[in-house]
């Protein structure tokens, strides 16, 4: 019986040293585990003053600290513009991160190729995710065939800033915000005039304002969804590039810069919420010598539209040949999905949250305050969300960015060389669509 005993204390003794020995293993192993993030330094949208490392730092902490034995490491220095020959290079060599930044330029060749993880399995199964919580506009810039393959990070509509200043002078009152293209050309014309004698207009209407400006405010858009056609020839795009070419015929011929706006001599600007946030030091130098004050409101809706303008957002995706696809997950949707993280976005970049609580919040409009100066208007952060909300986003398909920077070179061409718009945009399509189905 004593023997029995014996053999019995020492099989549980060994097996208390093995489970032991595996946990001791395992605690081990976890903490060896590594997650590689990829990331590139400073702003997405080329403004100045971004401090991106600090929200990433932020998130790795928190994450850290949730998950004992796991470290998120990334690679600092990387700018946007290198950004991409990095990640390919790392792509190649069989060592890409296992979460990291997308560029929009990115994107569509990613998803096509099988780079990033279907995130589709993971959004089903996570019972503490709801995707209704993004802005809609930020949610599907993600998707690719209509397959999320990303989530929103960070994102920026395009705002039209106004020159209150200009506009008091004028005897003009601020636009509401279902304002038209009625409205904005009256307003254009009324303003552009010259000020000082000597037959040349000094004082314009509007500067920088495209034809993908008026055609996301018309409800029209450049091809179809799947990508297969161009849709240049439908009345929508038609009317946006006419619309565009009665603004510019205001002006004589004046090619306008940057400075002109600065000067307080444009009466509009269309600029990215992230144009908005860093424009701060402009207004001081110019209320200084010109007493320029300036707001901004939504984009006057075209005839088939609405008050709609573009919304870009900066994309996270997971390797499609990561090995902690469950850490990988969870560490992205603490950058894209939890709240604090997403108020950072505020507080050390330029963008806005893909949040709508975030976005919409007071909190959001106190830390863009602290950023203005003395007398500048914050903007409202529930019309910020309508803006978001409602937003404008291309179909994304592999040959997207080929195909549209060709039709805004050639739309271009054809406002600045006067051409006929119809006959033009008829032929500009035949050779997209020739381009497409190749």
Not at 199 to 217: E, I, K, R, T
Request: charged share 25%; with cysteine; proline share 3%.
């Amino acid at each position: 019986m004593k023997r029995k005993q014996s053999i019995m204390m020492a099989v549980a003794g060994i097996l208390v040293v093995g489970l032991s020995a595996y946990g001791i293993c395992h605690v081990h192993l976890r903490k060896n585990i590594t997650l590689e993030f990829g990331m590139f330094t400073g702003s997405n949208w080329d403004v100045a003053q971004a401090n991106s490392f600090t929200i990433i730092d932020k998130a790795i902490a928190k994450f850290e600290h949730a998950h004992p034995g796991v470290t998120v490491h990334y690679y600092s220095g990387i700018r946007k513009d290198d950004y991409s020959e990095w990640f390919s290079r790392k792509l190649l060599a069989g060592e890409e991160p296992d979460i990291f930044m997308v560029l929009g330029t990115d994107f569509n060749q990613f998803a096509s190729m099988g780079v990033m993880k279907n995130l589709e399995t993971f959004i089903e199964e996570d019972t503490d995710f709801e995707p209704e919580k993004y802005f809609t506009s930020a949610f599907v810039s993600g998707q690719y065939e209509s397959v999320q393959y990303a989530l929103p990070y960070e994102t920026v509509p395009t705002l039209m800033f106004v020159n209150k200043t200009l506009l008091t002078q004028e005897g003009i009152d601020m636009p509401e915000e279902n304002w038209t293209w009625e409205d904005f050309y009256e307003i254009c014309k009324k303003v552009t005039r010259d000020t000082d004698g000597d037959g040349v207009p000094d004082q314009f209407g509007s500067y920088n304002y495209d034809w993908m400006d008026a055609l996301c405010s018309n409800g029209g858009g450049v091809f179809n969804k799947k990508g297969t056609e161009a849709a240049l020839t439908d009345s929508r795009v038609v009317e946006a590039v006419k619309y565009v070419r009665s603004i510019n015929d205001l002006y004589g011929g004046e090619k306008l810069t940057q400075e002109d706006f600065n000067g307080g001599r444009v009466a509009f600007m269309p600029l990215t919420f992230a144009e908005y946030r860093t424009y701060k030091t402009y207004p001081y130098k110019i209320r200084k010598y010109a007493n320029f004050q300036w707001d901004c409101v939504t984009m006057p809706a075209g005839e088939q539209g609405g008050n709609i303008s573009q919304v870009d957002s900066l994309l996270m995706g997971i390797s499609a040949n990561t090995k902690e696809e469950k850490l990988a997950w969870e560490f992205l949707k603490l950058l894209t999905y939890d709240e604090e993280s997403q108020m950072n976005i505020f507080y050390d970049s330029q963008g806005a949250s893909v949040l709508k609580e975030v976005t919409e919040s007071q909190q959001m409009e106190q830390v863009v305050q602290e950023d203005m100066e003395e007398g500048d208007t914050v903007i409202n952060g529930k019309l910020l969300g309508r803006v978001i909300e409602g937003g404008h986003v291309e179909p994304q398909f592999k040959k997207y960015e080929q195909a549209m920077s060709l039709t805004d070179s050639e739309i271009n061409k054809i406002l600045e060389e006067d051409k006929d718009v119809d006959s033009n945009l008829k032929i500009l399509q035949r050779t997209i669509n020739e381009y497409l189905i190749q």
